[in-house]
């Protein structure tokens, strides 16, 4: 049974003071078999630094291919994930350092599934989560343009919100999530599919723009008197 070096500290139960807590580990000695890899060791709990040994057993990680889409671009890189957990669409991973959104999933039998095992995995799709591009479409009656937003993934996007793209100024009136589309009230970057506005009439706004919306307004303004 192969010797791997054992972890520098680990959530367990502690006895001293009953909670589950992180500990760090004092001595011991990890190893792989099969399947499973158990850590044999002395730790210590950070809350009562009571002392004690445990044998922990668990699935060993498996590398699963992930796809990570930033933008326009992606990109494939691997991740180790606990071979005994559940994934499914809409669940955040951090990879390579980065929060990433899972948004579709690969079985190993080439099926497209909305849940799985992580043994059962071939490849996972996933969407940053750091700066995302949020696809604004933009009705001007003979046509309809894109434009992009980049935006972190907590940040929040509402109906009857103003943006400007150069001088053109436009508020939204839906809002296409995972789920539903919104002709009222609020959605996160990280939820968003696309977001639909069409032109401010002038002299017709009915939503004060955000802060940065306004800062942004106004340097572009001030550019424009230049």
């Known amino acids: 049974m192969p010797v791997e070096e054992a972890p520098g500290a680990i959530t367990v139960q502690c006895p001293g003071c009953g909670q589950e807590s992180l500990h760090t580990v004092l001595r011991g000695r990890q190893s792989r078999g099969g399947v499973t890899i158990t850590l044999d060791a002395t730790v210590q709990c950070t809350d009562c ?113 103003e943006y400007l793209f150069g001088r053109l100024r436009v508020t939204i009136h839906a809002i296409k999530t995972e789920e539903r589309l919104l002709k009222r009230g609020t959605a996160t970057a990280g939820e968003i599919v696309r977001v639909f506005a069409s032109p401010t009439p002038l002299g017709e706004r009915t939503h004060r723009p955000d802060k940065r919306q306004r800062e942004a307004i106004r340097h572009a303004e001030e550019r424009d008197t230049r």
Do not use: Y
């Open 49 to 161: 630094q009571h002392t004690h040994h445990v044998v922990v057993r668990e699935a060993a990680p498996i590398d699963v291919a992930v796809v990570i889409s930033r933008g326009q671009e992606s990109r494939r890189t691997k991740t180790a994930l606990p071979g005994d957990d559940d994934l499914e669409t809409g669940e955040a991973l951090i990879v390579d350092g980065m929060n990433c959104k899972v948004t579709g999933i690969e079985s190993r039998d080439g099926r497209r599934v909305d849940a799985a095992s992580v043994k059962d995995i071939q490849t996972l799709w996933t969407k940053e989560f750091e700066e995302m591009a949020v696809k604004v479409a933009i009705n001007l009656r003979q046509k309809t343009i894109t434009k992009i937003i980049a935006a972190r993934a907590e940040e929040e996007f509402t109906v009857g919100q």
